[in-house]
């Protein structure tokens, strides 16, 4: 398959989180609003700074954040990932070629 046949997708992503405790009833339409308006400020940049795109995907979720964990994990260093050369080492061979 020819480089420019791959499947390649820019994914940003943003959260606005509502600070714990602020004693405010946030209405659909407001926040409907506020949707409606940055979609089109992210459209409108996106037209002029990433112009190759064809599409573009919006996911408007909102909900209650009860337990929300995320968390980066190092892996350990291989020559695929670039990590024994930066400590130094030779590949010892564990690991596949491809």
């Known amino acids: 398959m020819p480089d420019n046949e791959v499947p390649?997708?820019?994914r940003l992503t943003f959260e606005?989180?509502?600070p714990k405790?602020?004693?405010v009833n946030?209405?659909?339409t407001r926040?409907?609003?506020a949707v409606k308006a940055l979609v089109a400020a992210v459209e409108a940049l996106a037209a002029r700074?990433?112009?190759w795109a064809q599409t573009m995907t919006v996911r408007h979720e909102w909900m209650y954040a009860w337990h929300d964990e995320t968390e980066e994990?190092?892996?350990p260093p291989s020559a695929e990932n670039g990590g024994l050369a930066a400590l130094g080492q030779e590949d010892p061979g564990?690991?596949?070629k491809g």
């Open 8 to 10: 390649r997708v820019l």
């Open 16 to 18: 606005f989180t509502v």
């Open 21 to 23: 405790g602020l004693r």
């Open 26 to 28: 946030i209405r659909n």
């Open 31 to 33: 926040r409907n609003a």
């Open 49 to 51: 700074e990433f112009p």
């Open 73 to 75: 994990r190092e892996m």
């Open 94 to 96: 564990f690991g596949e």
